[in-house]
């Protein structure tokens, strides 16, 4: 495998916004005017301002109750992880799962490669800069299907709505938990993944 | 590496002292956490510990706790009390009536209820049970751990009003929230009945609410209005009931039934009578203040004593009956099951006023038993049939002893009971009045009226009128027959004969003539002699006639007519008959004086014969005249009776007519009778002389 030259080794910068390729003395970019630069120096930062802001909401997402249920004349109301216990105990194992993986696995998960990331590139390491790639590739993708419980609250007020009978509302657990997510997938873009590459350490480069 | 010998790019200076404005997201969101967390935990009171039988419906996380239906707290546990003998509620309480909560605070549980006066706690249907408490607005000695009630307390604090005391003999009837009735409007509630420690009385706690409970003095009487009471008496079938509420769930009524009484502390203790009538008897029985317990072994059987029947002494009610059970005597068990009664009396109407302890009390009692105190039982009332206790001092006493160690209370010696008297009287005088012939009486009188039914309705009564009639034709017949006018004229021409005779004596100067006319004489005496002797005998068919008369039915049945006409009668006797006897004596007399000069003329001896001829003519001549008034009297008599018939029989008839002109013959032949009987009376000497 060639040896790996990266664009700002090669004197360029790309546009973050129109892919254009310029010179990396050039402030602006020539085709879009926007502004260029070849690292984000305050993505460290921010990554870990939305990665804490994320982690402060996500605890009383799970505290807090999720879903107010109401069913003749009793309301109750149920946290994420007493829901999925629910389903669970009402053998609805793939709602069950579908719901543990959204709500608590994957922005768990999230938590843990954002800050893994975050972490790793902070000095220099020996990781495979593609590894790493991937992941972050992943979490940004996965990031937007963790609002699936969002959803699902949301979808269950606007149709469960039987007043005293039954009806379903959502809690402050839910706009906590939705703020979590919208957090963590600040977090996740706010990563600049071409620092995946500015620390890796010689011999590394090559895997 | 060629690369490496490009020129360094020119980089921007790197802002690293540049804070990212990221930051404050997670800031913020810290703080709204730390500002929550904060305000919940400030908000958060102090948890109690309420402990409750069992935990019906309560659940941690959902019970709340109200006051005044406001949510103040909510169950965050529940748990067991050590020893396992009751459910412990942990509540957490708002900070803002934490402090109130204190020592006095109660709490109980409210659960859905229907009873008769409504649905209470309905909410608790859907939303499960929750616990209420109540506390004042002072705040007072904090406490953590409260004991739950078993029923919704009677009153709130700060609910004004009065809590009294109701004892009832039987409390059936009254349910815990009954109603407590003045004037038929609720004023009050009753409180859980609880059994007194002997079990003889209920007593049960009851609210008066304010300004109500000014109504409560000493003298006002409660009495019960459960159920329907149904009174039959002399006035009709009266049937009453306060309230539907307290048909099914009882209730309580009360009333000054006399003005006066002083105002009463709250605890105040009242008896429930059974009914009105039976609380304002007792308005008129002093109540019984203090009361010694005591008791008496009596005969059980045709005991008729009932539970509350009075104690009297002298008269005075001093106590009532409490208790009666069963009680055999360990002493003498062959006495088989005996009844002991157990009652209250008030040392101090007994004469027991000195003692100050129990103990001299009984002492004192026992020197009264000593001396003869005795109990029996004594009948009251207008029957005796009420049947009450009596505390008396036996005169001939035997030696029985007060016994304090036989049974509970001091037992008193029994004496013979008292009821005898009075019942027996009565029973005396029931029993002859069953024993009258009513039923005879009333048969008799049946048959009595059947009888005068059948009387005037029968044939022999209707033909009444036409026996009569015949009879009344009959006596016309005799009246007018001819031997009566016959015998007058005869009466007329005998007269006439012997006044010729007289004058012809008185002028004639030969004994010859004398001689015949006294032959002439002696044939007109013998005539009148003959006459007369007829007389009687048409006077006595006259006399039986009229006795027949009287002894028809007719005289009976017209028998008060008869009464008023029997006075005229005597009237008409005394008129017509006293008299005339003595008329007829003297007249004789002359006639007698007559025949002397005759005699003394130098008259011849026959002249004797004939005089004594005359003389039995006139002897029967005088009986003849002496049967005339009674003659006159039947006559009167007859005209009376038959007056009194027609007076029964219409003015229109026939009979009535015929009946009329029998009465007027009848009459006008007592009237000629009478005119005769007057003129002999008048002038005796003309039946000699003929004048």
Known sequence: MAAMISAREAGCVVCQTCGN?????EERCPRCTHRLSSRDTLSEQKVWAWLIAGLIAYIPANIYPMLLTTQNFRTTESTIIAGVIDLYDHHAYAVAIIVFVASILIPVGKFVVIGYLAILTRSAHRTDPHRLLRFYEIVEFIGRWSMIDVFVVAILTALVQFDVLASINPGIAAVCFALSVVFTMLAAQSFDSRQIWDRLEDGAHHG | MDERDLPEPEQAEPRRSRVSWVWLVPVVALAISVLVVWQTYSNQGPVIIVSLPSASGVEAGETPLRFRDVEVGLVEDVTFATGLEAVEAHIRLDSEVAQYVDADAQFWLVEPQVTTRGVSGLSTVLSGVYLEGTWDGEIGRPAVRFEALENTPLSRPGEEGTRIVLRSRDGGQ????????????????????????????????????????QRLTT????????????????????????????????????????????????????????????AQRSVFEAPVDQALDLAVILPADDLRLVLGALVRYGGIRVGEVTNIVGYTDPRNPDAGVQALVNFTVSPARIGLRDAETPEALIEALERRVENGLRVRVAS???????????????????????????????????????????????????????????????????????????????????????????????????????????????????????ETLVTGISESEGLSTTL????????????????????????????????????????????????????????????????????????????????????????????????????????SLEAAAGQVPAIVERLNSLVASLQGVAADYDDGSAVYGELRAA?????????????????????PNSLITGR
């Open chain 2, 219 to 278: 003298n006002t009487r409660f009495w019960d209005i459960s159920g329907i009471s149904i009174d039959l008496n002399t006035s009709g079938l009266s049937v009453n009931f306060e309230s539907l509420a307290s048909l099914v769930e009882g209730g309580v009524a009360f009333e000054a039934l006399v003005t006066g009484g002083e105002s009463i502390e709250p605890g105040q203790a009242y008896n429930v009578y059974t009914s009105r009538a039976e």
């Open chain 2, 516 to 619: 015949t006319a006294l032959e002439n004489s002696e044939t007109i005496i013998s005539n009148v002699q003959t006459f007369t002797a007829g007389l009687p005998g048409v006077l006595t068919s006259v006399e039986e006639l009229v006795a027949e008369l009287d002894a028809t039915p007719v005289t009976a049945a017209a028998s008060s007519a008869d009464r008023v006409l029997r006075r005229l009668e005597r009237i008409l006797s005394a008129e017509a008959a006293t008299d005339l006897p003595d008329s007829l004596n003297s007249s004789l007399e002359e006639l007698a004086g007559l025949l002397t000069e005759l005699r003394e003329g130098g008259a011849a001896a026959n002249l004797n014969g004939t005089l004594a001829s005359a003389d039995s003519a006139f002897t």
């Open chain 1, 21 to 25: 390729v310029a010179s990396i003395h």
């Open chain 2, 174 to 213: 009254l349910s815990p929230g009954a109603p407590v009735l003045y004037n038929g409007i609720e004023v009050g509630r009753l409180g859980e009945a609880e059994l007194s420690e002997d079990g003889t009385l209920i007593t049960m706690d009851a609210f008066i609410e304010a300004p109500h409970d």
């Open chain 2, 380 to 498: 009251e009332g207008l029957l005796g049939t009420t049947l009450i206790l009596e505390v008396f001092e036996d005169e001939d006493h035997d030696d029985r002893q007060l016994e304090t160690e036989l049974v509970e209370n001091p037992l008193l010696p029994a004496a013979a009971a008292d009821i005898a008297q009075s019942s027996t009287d009565l029973d005396a005088i029931v029993s002859r009045v069953a024993a009258l012939p009513i039923e005879d009486l009333m048969a008799s009188a049946i048959d009595t009226l059947d009888g005068i039914t059948a009387l005037a309705t029968g044939e022999d009564i209707r033909a009444l009128p036409g026996n009569v009639n015949d009879l009344v034709a009959e006596i016309r017949s005799v009246v007018a027959a001819e031997e009566i006018g016959q015998a007058l004229t005869d009466l007329s021409g005998a007269a006439e004969a012997l």
């Open chain 2, 663 to 683: 009465i007027n013959d009848i009459s006008q032949a007592a009237d000629a009778f009478r005119s005769l009987a007057r003129a002999i009376e008048r002038n």
